[in-house]
Nanobody
């Protein structure tokens, strides 16, 4: 089995910063793509940022220049550094990871989500 545990969400004022972390654990052989998505009630979940195994990244236009995704392969961890936060960044943020398990099966796993609230 594989588990994803997220941390780092919370309440922050507009213009502030937060750093989200997502740690994968369990029967992991290797990890390819790692990403962060967000969802606001009543709206579709959207991709925020993604980082591939080779380090290539891509971002939603709405967060380019403000958010940075990174990964630590030794720790099976993906990070999302969020700067210059705006009220419209308020959402539940979830990590998503493509994993090859020790049984050599391919698994797409989701974290439980962490709430980010940007408000004065």
């Amino acid at each position: 089995q594989v588990q994803l545990v997220e941390s780092g969400g919370g309440l922050v004022q507009p213009g502030g910063s937060l750093r989200l972390s997502c740690v994968a654990s369990g029967s992991i052989f290797s990890i390819s793509n790692m990403g962060w998505y967000r969802q606001v009630p009543g709206k579709q979940r959207e991709l925020v940022a993604r980082i591939r195994s080779g380090g290539y990244t891509d971002y939603a236009d709405s967060v380019k220049g403000r958010f940075t995704i990174s990964r630590d392969n030794a720790k099976n961890t993906v990070y999302l550094q969020m700067n210059s936060l705006k009220s419209e960044d308020t959402a539940v943020y979830s990590c998503n990871v493509d994993i090859i398990t020790t049984a050599r099966s391919i698994l797409n796993a989701w974290g439980q989500g962490t709430l980010v609230t940007v408000s004065a």
